[in-house]
């Protein structure tokens, strides 16, 4: 069973920064590509927004909202694939899930809260 864990989330004030973490297990990690999508508040699921993506060669996507201030990173030793968000908007306030899009799983989501 593929479990996904993701931690990180919190309140933060707009400008500052913050790293997600999310921990795989019941998967072989190093050979999934890897996402994080994220829910904006009166959003539905099926209007979850991928925000950043990496394959198992380590190549990056990222929405056009969060280039330049997010960087998507995996560590295979750890099964553990990280998002680190900069200069974070109100705008990107939102629950963040991860996800392993081949495996069709998603971890249950970590809420960002940014204040203005």
């Known amino acids: 069973q593929v479990q996904l864990a993701e931690s990180g989330g919190g309140l933060v004030q707009a400008g500052e920064s913050l790293e997600l973490s999310c921990v795989a297990s019941g998967i072989r990690f190093s050979i999934n590509a890897m996402a994080w999508y994220r829910q904006a508040p009166g959003k539905q699921r099926e209007e979850r927004e991928m925000v950043a993506s990496i394959t198992r060669s380590g190549r990056t996507d990222y929405a056009g909202s969060v280039k330049g201030r997010a960087t998507i990173s995996r560590d295979n030793a750890r099964n553990t694939v990280y998002l680190q968000m900069n200069g974070l908007k109100p705008e990107d306030t939102a629950v963040y899930y991860c996800?392993?899009?081949?495996?069709?799983?998603w971890g249950q989501g970590t809420q960002v809260t940014v204040s203005s």
């Open positions: 996800a392993a899009p081949e495996s069709s799983a």
